[in-house]
């Protein structure tokens, strides 16, 4: 049975000033099948983090070095007005006990708010990467076993999509690697305890027909539920996680 609409999570969902009225409405489409909602968030727009009950930073331009002390070292399209609204909500959303999901550039966001770093030049570093400019599912990524990621999307290798040229460099306060590509450049990085925080380096919502994909919304979903009633978030999605295999 489908769920009444003011019963269903409320997930913020941030996104880049030119390309998100075409991003949001496949992100808020995942999060519509995990038993969510979402509401879009971006510079200019109204962003409380205490009206909602999770956080998704999504993709787009480059994180400019300033934010976790390095200098500019390759060309790249910056926002820094975004930049500085999603390192606010990220932190906050931490601080509230709010579960978070970065996608791509949300993922990197999600490692310099924590006090990590970025390679700017992630396939300059990672030679042996493969390198991949596609929405399609061509680039080949392994999960880190014992992870969460492993639990939430299978442990099997999987097959995604990239758009990027950053990744992520010295981890932030409480991450681990959850996947990574064959040339060890890092795909996934998650928080080990609650709040649930994840990122994935490419983007599961130009995936959402294939099932592991759309795990990582449910994930999510479960957590800003649980969060909602002040129970623990990753108990809840180990819970789900069980209910799913049964």
């Given at each position: 049975?489908?769920?009444?609409?003011?019963?269903?999570?409320?997930?913020?969902?941030?996104?880049?000033?030119?390309?998100?009225?075409?991003?949001?409405?496949?992100?808020?489409?995942?999060?519509?099948?995990?038993?969510?909602?979402?509401?879009?968030?971006?510079?200019?727009?109204?962003?409380?983090?205490?009206?909602?009950?999770?956080?998704?930073?999504?993709?787009?331009?480059?994180?400019?070095?300033?934010?976790?002390?390095?200098?500019?070292?390759?060309?790249?399209?910056?926002?820094?007005?975004?930049?500085?609204?999603?390192?606010?909500?990220?932190?906050?959303?931490?601080?509230?006990?709010?579960?978070?999901?970065?996608?791509?550039?949300?993922?990197?966001?999600?490692?310099?708010?924590?006090?990590?770093?970025?390679?700017?030049?992630?396939?300059?570093?990672?030679?042996?990467?493969?390198?991949?400019?596609?929405?399609?599912?061509?680039?080949?990524?392994?999960?880190?076993?014992?992870?969460?990621?492993?639990?939430?999307?299978?442990p099997d290798a999987m097959r995604?999509?990239?758009?990027?040229?950053?990744?992520?460099?010295?981890?932030?306060?409480?991450?681990?690697?959850?996947?990574?590509?064959?040339?060890?450049?890092?795909?996934?990085?998650e928080r080990r305890r609650d709040?649930?925080?994840?990122?994935?380096?490419?983007?599961?919502?130009?995936?959402?027909?294939?099932?592991?994909?759309?795990?990582?919304?449910?994930?999510?979903?479960?957590?800003?539920?649980?969060?909602?009633?002040?129970?623990?978030?990753?108990?809840?999605?180990?819970?789900?996680?069980?209910?799913?295999t049964l």
């Open positions: 049975m489908w769920q009444r609409r003011q019963d269903r999570p409320l997930i913020a969902v941030t996104t880049s000033a030119r390309s998100g009225w075409r991003v949001f409405p496949l992100v808020a489409f995942s999060l519509w099948l995990a038993g969510g909602r979402g509401v879009r968030w971006g510079t200019g727009r109204s962003a409380d983090i205490d009206g909602v009950d999770g956080l998704i930073i999504g993709g787009g331009d480059d994180i400019s070095p300033d934010l976790y002390g390095m200098q500019l070292v390759t060309s790249a399209r910056l926002d820094p007005e975004r930049d500085a609204l999603e390192r606010r909500l990220v932190e906050a959303a931490i601080a509230r006990g709010k579960p978070v999901l970065g996608i791509c550039r949300g993922a990197q966001m999600l490692n310099v708010a924590l006090g990590g770093t970025l390679d700017q030049d992630a396939y300059g570093t990672y030679t042996a990467s493969q390198r991949v400019w596609t929405i399609l599912p061509r680039k080949a990524v392994t999960v880190c076993p014992g992870t969460r990621l492993a639990e939430i999307a299978g995604v999509n990239a758009l990027h040229s950053q990744a992520v460099a010295r981890l932030g306060d409480d991450l681990v690697v959850a996947a990574h590509d064959r040339g060890g450049m890092v795909q996934a990085v709040p649930f925080a994840l990122g994935v380096q490419w983007h599961p919502e130009h995936l959402f027909y294939a099932r592991r994909q759309r795990a990582i919304f449910a994930a999510l979903v479960a957590a800003a539920a649980a969060g909602r009633r002040s129970h623990g978030q990753l108990s809840a999605v180990d819970t789900m996680l069980e209910k799913t």
